[in-house]
């Protein structure tokens, strides 16, 4: 039934797209203060955490009021950027034309979809919406929308960057130097992780955060790799923390050894609370490299790049090294590898640190 509905909604959208007119402005939009502005960003984390720059551009340059259309994954990220003024929640259940509805009645004057790949759904949304501007990449779902930016190629230019082009519609540009990634961890976070740190450290020396858990199996490094990693890293004077999610609790107590303490919240903005104490942070590919790049923490990565030549969605602006396998898992990505990569980047940032 799921392939049925698919294929329907594809001849849809084809049927939709046939008859729809293309008339993409190449006119710059003039936006004010008084200007509602709507983001469309669905899926995962780390798709609402690299386009958050964009909206900070946004809301500094013109102060319009930007709602956020998100999923239940991701949403939550929103709520922790100062600049959003109000999140909504993708219902699937609800439909689309409910959501439209739904969305009409807040009579935004811009819409902005910042998937770079063609969503059926976002489509389908975006044809029912009552909005005089409508802004994407070009797709070919083109003729849907207003205006179009174009795509800047994704095995040159960093993700971030691709989604700040679209300031290019409104006349604007930004160093790129001077970009970040925003996300605001709370106080009551951020003291959580200081008191793990007093009762489980003690007095701070350098402290390394390694971070096991990724959101899928096949980017967990293992239990015999990570024991090893600890013991290079116990010929340093700093503290070590383990970082997980829940479901890798197992993983992390066995590579602890009851030696080194283990951090887990269920909560994500608890556990973000950890990373603007850290000193440096080791992690898979996964959503808390964007948080260290928003709190500018030294990161070192192990990431898959599988059946791809875009660029790796590395933290931005932030020092940073990684390895890289071009399998589908980091099963055989060896310790040697990440050694060699890993001693010098660690003792840079290490014995400046000490400076």
């Not at 929308?145 to 095995?155: C, F, M, N, S």
């Not at 096949?218 to 600890?230: C, M, S, T």
């Not at 996964?286 to 791809?308: D, E, M, Q």
Request: glycine content about 4%.
């Amino acid at each position: 039934m799921k392939k049925i509905e698919i294929a329907l909604k594809n001849i849809l959208l084809r049927l939709l797209l046939l008859f729809s007119r293309n008339h993409n402005s190449i006119e710059p939009i003039i936006v004010n203060a008084q200007c509602r502005i709507l983001i469309i960003r669905l899926n995962r984390i780390g798709d609402a955490l690299v386009v958050t720059p964009l909206i900070v551009e946004l809301k500094n340059k013109f102060n319009s009021t930007i709602h956020v259309l998100a999923s239940k994954s991701n949403n939550f990220i929103f709520d922790y950027v100062d600049e959003v003024d109000e999140v909504i929640i993708f219902n699937k259940k609800a439909g689309i034309s409910k959501t439209a509805e739904i969305l009409n009645s807040n009579n935004y004057d811009i819409v902005i979809d910042l998937h770079d790949d063609v969503s059926t759904t976002v489509s389908f949304l975006i044809s029912e919406l009552n909005v005089p501007l409508k802004l994407s990449l070009r797709k070919s779902t083109s003729k849907l929308y207003t205006h179009i930016v174009e795509k800047l190629d994704p095995t040159k230019f960093h993700v971030v960057e691709r989604a700040l082009n679209f300031l290019k519609l409104f006349g604007l540009s930004v160093p790129y130097e001077k970009v970040r990634i925003k996300y605001r961890i709370d106080e009551s976070s951020l003291q959580s992780a200081k008191d793990f740190i007093l009762e489980k450290v003690g007095t701070k020396l350098f402290l390394v955060g390694i971070n096991i858990s990724a959101g899928s199996d096949a980017r967990f490094w293992g239990v015999d790799n990570y024991k090893i990693l600890l013991e290079l890293l116990a010929n340093y004077n700093c503290a070590i923390i383990l970082l997980c999610d829940k479901k890798d609790l197992k993983y992390a107590t066995e590579i602890s050894g009851e030696k080194y303490p283990i951090f887990m919240n269920p909560s994500f903005n608890e556990f973000c609370g950890m990373i603007p104490q850290l000193d440096l942070l080791v992690t898979p590919d996964t959503s808390i490299v964007h948080i260290a790049s928003a709190y500018n923490i030294p990161t070192f990565g192990l990431y898959v790049r599988y059946k791809t030549n875009d660029l790796i969605w590395s933290p931005y602006n932030t020092n940073f090294s990684y390895v890289e396998t071009t399998e589908n898992s980091l099963k055989n990505i060896t310790f040697d590898e990440v050694k060699e990569k890993l001693t010098p980047f660690f003792e840079r940032v290490y014995h400046g640190s000490k400076n």
